[in-house]
């Protein structure tokens, strides 16, 4: 190995212990910028040294350039991280390009076999800067197809943890190449669902800075409507000065004032005033008595007033207490 290839397998390791301590939430800003910085010189390094060729065969690549295959995964997987509300659209298109990059290359070697929707049927990549939301009557296939990854990745991952084992035994090239080979398809599988996820965040980022350049106005929300205080409503003047004694805490009204409130507020409309029969006060404060119904008897009033009082004192309920343990 050369003394090249040597420094390139060494920032390799310290990157994807980065990556894994980032995934553990570990990793320090400033250790997660550095890592970002020193993927971004081994993009280019391997770049320079041109290891992957689009005229090779995956059977044809080395089995110790196989893993750097997974550099422009970890390098958009760290950018996705920075904490930076202000750059946030910024950062997620950028790791975007990164995740769709590894997984076109993923493609072209044949470690994947499942379709990319930015790639048309011939091949080419079709840009397209808005996400679209899976129709309604897709939902349900969407739903299998995350159910169906979801189990993938469960198995991809006890796949790894045996190779992980059995390389540790046999450190033979076979069982390396193999490793490699479910890392990138667990890693594909992520990244997946990192896609969905930026696409569903980025709308939302670009809605925020048309807010922000002053091109849409924020809509700002409605307030609750008012709730009106609870009050009582008594027959007349009479039911109001019993039954308002029993609930000093809320405002009684008879019937009259209640309809003259709601008139005054115009919470009626331009319905006239009916012309209902009530009591009245004179000037000296007699009554003016209207027939009474026989729920206004005194014999009525005071069956209320001793039922009113008896429910201050007795739970719902209290009395049904037989075959109770």
């Known amino acids: 190995m050369s003394e090249s290839e040597e420094s390139i397998s060494q920032n390799f390791d310290h990157c994807e212990q980065a990556i894994s301590d980032i995934e553990d939430f570990k990793c320090s800003p400033e250790r997660l910028k550095e890592t970002i910085s020193t993927l971004e010189k081994l993009q280019e390094m391997i770049s320079h040294l041109d290891l992957f060729s689009s005229n090779e065969e995956f059977n044809e690549l080395s089995t110790t350039s196989l893993r750097y295959l997974l550099i422009p995964a970890y390098l958009g997987f760290a950018v996705e991280n920075i904490n930076d509300i202000n750059n946030r659209l910024k950062n997620l298109k950028t790791a975007k390009n990164h995740f769709r990059h590894f997984l076109e290359r993923l493609l072209s070697y044949n470690v994947i076999a499942f379709k990319l929707n930015w ?76 896609l969905q996820a930026i696409d569903n965040e980025l709308p939302l980022l670009l809605h925020r800075q048309k807010i922000q350049s002053g091109e849409v106005k924020e809509e700002k929300p409605q307030p609750p409507p008012v709730k009106l205080p609870p009050f009582i409503i008594a027959k007349n003047q009479q039911q109001k000065k019993v ?51 026989e729920d206004d008897s005194e014999e009525t009033r005071q069956r209320k007033i001793a039922m009113d009082e008896w429910k201050d004192w007795h739970r719902r309920g209290e009395g049904n207490t037989y075959g109770k343990g």
């Open 243 to 293: 039954f308002g004694l029993g609930y000093p805490s809320l405002p009684t009204y008879s019937v009259d004032e209640w309809y003259d409130n709601m008139a005054k507020s115009g919470k009626f409309g331009t319905m006239e005033k009916l012309n209902v029969q009530r009591i009245e006060e004179t000037e000296e404060n007699e009554i003016v008595e209207v027939p009474k119904d």
């Open 119 to 194: 790639i048309d049927s011939d091949g080419n990549i079709v840009e397209s800067d808005k996400p679209k939301l899976p129709e309604r009557k897709d939902l349900a296939a969407e739903r299998e197809r995350k159910i169906s990854r979801m189990k993938t990745e469960k198995e991809l991952k006890n796949t790894l943890q045996k190779l992980e084992i059995e390389k540790r035994r046999n450190n033979d090239e076979a069982t390396i190449r193999e490793f490699i080979v479910v890392q990138l398809r667990l890693w594909a599988l992520k990244i997946i669902n990192e």
